[in-house]
């Protein structure tokens, strides 16, 4: 098996266990990724973006296969099982991913979906009707940004607080 269709299945196998910090460890500085839902991130907000996933997910389920990769570029198939937290909604999302590669590091990520699919179990009876309109897509690619924007900022680190020093408590 090549060194990045290994790479590929560490990534898959950490999303798995929920291992935001194995999965952005195989990400370049300079990393994007795009996806219908999050057009491009950059390496820090892509981290961002596994880390919410894995922390705010109760039900995800990932199922991953037909890997294949060489010195250049590489793919995959999965399939994300989970409940839309939005609307409580069933997801079942059949995604492919395309990776290219740099110095052994994912430097480009893009998943591809159906959104429309995807929009129609997610926001149910919306979705179905509306789910194909442009008007729905920008309005869940605003939420989802902002949604990302947050959990950046409630990530980061309080800018009172001196490096290595906890809070002091009274």
């Given at each position: 098996?090549?060194?990045?269709?290994?790479?590929?299945?560490?990534?898959?196998?950490?999303?798995?266990?929920?291992?935001?910090?194995?999965?952005?460890?195989?990400?370049?500085?300079?990393?994007?990724?795009?996806d219908p839902?999050?057009?491009?991130?950059?390496?820090?907000?892509?981290?961002?973006?596994?880390?919410?996933?894995?922390?705010?997910s109760k039900?995800?389920?990932?199922?991953?296969?037909?890997?294949?990769?060489?010195?250049?570029?590489?793919?995959?198939?999965?399939?994300?099982?989970?409940?839309?937290?939005?609307?409580?909604?069933?997801?079942?999302?059949?995604?492919?991913?395309?990776?290219?590669?740099?110095?052994?590091?994912?430097?480009?990520?893009?998943?591809?979906?159906?959104?429309?699919?995807?929009?129609?179990?997610?926001?149910?009876?919306?979705?179905?009707?509306?789910?194909?309109?442009?008007?729905?897509?920008?309005?869940?690619?605003?939420?989802?940004?902002?949604?990302?924007?947050?959990?950046?900022?409630?990530?980061?680190?309080?800018?009172?607080?001196?490096?290595?020093?906890?809070?002091?408590?009274?």
């Amino acid at each position: 098996m090549h060194p990045h269709a290994r790479l590929i299945r560490s990534f898959y196998e950490a999303f798995q266990a929920k291992d935001a910090e194995a999965m952005n460890a195989w990400y370049d500085t300079e990393a994007r990724f795009s996806d219908p839902v999050f057009p491009d991130l950059n390496a820090e907000q892509v981290k961002a973006m596994w880390s919410m996933f894995c922390s705010r997910s109760k039900n995800l389920q990932i199922e991953f296969g037909d890997i294949q990769a060489n010195e250049e570029e590489g793919r995959a198939m999965w399939l994300a099982l989970y409940t839309f937290q939005a609307t409580g909604q069933s997801v079942i999302n059949r995604i492919e991913s395309t990776f290219t590669f740099r110095e052994g590091k994912i430097l480009t990520h893009t998943d591809a979906f159906n959104f429309y699919g995807w929009a129609r179990q997610a926001l149910g009876f919306r979705g179905l009707m509306l789910g194909w309109t442009p008007l729905v897509k920008n309005k869940v690619r605003d939420s989802a940004r902002r949604t990302l924007e947050q959990f950046i900022a409630q990530s980061a680190p309080s800018s009172t607080q001196q490096p290595g020093r906890s809070p002091s408590r009274s």
